[in-house]
């Protein structure tokens, strides 16, 4: 099986990260409808919510686009060779649109105005190194995966990681430059103010290049192929190809 045709890992990626935005969003509103008054409650729901989504998201498009969701594991992954430079910046604004969607969405199902810029403020030193850390994880993970070829669990993992990360990381391990800023769009729970945005993206650019150096010091025998399988195989190199299979 040749791999899918760009245009459609493009529309598997918007399509991902709208279902993407709209569960973490979503959530995180039901969760203030539902526990009103405890905050502890609402991200509890909020958490699992995210991480089994998160998984059944994963499913759905990975095996078109390797459900990327995330600008830093598709800039991480062309940087190990397993996605084009080109293709890395095509999936750039396609991630970032659905995100916005997807917490339109979210509004938009909870009958709330669809834009609503939020006004939460999560910019600090401690949240800035909370998403250092969550990204690193994150990356960490996912490359792990690849080079042990065990691509099969990182659904679960990536779920349980990221739910798990709710709660170990003061900032709620965004991890994803897409998702905080779909998530300016939703003053709700999962929201964050548009001032607080740059300062998570930094720390996750900073994360994802972090977790490429440990990655390289750690599995130093990461092959093309595998990067490309990183989260799902979608496809096999062509015909000929000189890509090496991953070794143990």
Not at 164 to 183: C, K, M, Q, W
Not at 214 to 240: E, F, G
Request: hydrophobic share 50%.
């Amino acid at each position: 099986m040749r791999e899918p045709a760009l245009w459609r890992r493009l529309i598997a990626e918007g399509l991902g990260c709208t279902f993407l935005a709209a569960i973490v969003v979503g959530s995180g509103i039901a969760a203030q409808h539902l526990s009103p008054g405890n905050t502890g409650l609402q991200l509890l729901e909020n958490a699992l919510a995210t991480a089994a989504g998160l998984y059944a998201v994963i499913l759905m498009v990975g095996g078109v686009s390797g459900a990327h969701l995330n600008p830093v594991v598709s800039f991480v992954d062309a940087a190990f060779g397993g996605l084009s430079w080109r293709d890395a910046l095509a999936y750039l604004p396609v991630q970032v649109a659905g995100c916005i969607c997807g917490a339109l969405l979210a509004n938009a199902m909870f009958a709330l105005p669809l834009v609503s810029i939020s006004t939460k403020h999560r910019a600090s030193g401690p949240h800035f190194v909370s998403e250092i850390v969550a990204t690193l994880g994150l990356i960490l993970l996912i490359f792990a995966l690849a080079r042990t070829k065990r691509v099969s669990a990182t659904p679960a993992a990536v779920g349980a990681y990221i739910g798990a990360a709710y709660f170990f990381t003061s900032s709620t391990s965004f991890a994803n430059p897409a998702i905080a800023v779909g998530r300016m769009f939703s003053n709700t729970f999962a929201g964050i103010a548009p001032s607080s945005v740059p300062t998570f993206v930094v720390a996750e650019i900073a994360g994802g290049i972090l977790a490429f150096v440990v990655v390289k010091v750690l599995y130093p025998d990461l092959t093309q192929r595998a990067a490309s399988d990183i989260i799902m195989p979608h496809h096999d190199p062509a015909p000929n190809s000189s890509i090496e299979s991953p070794t143990s």
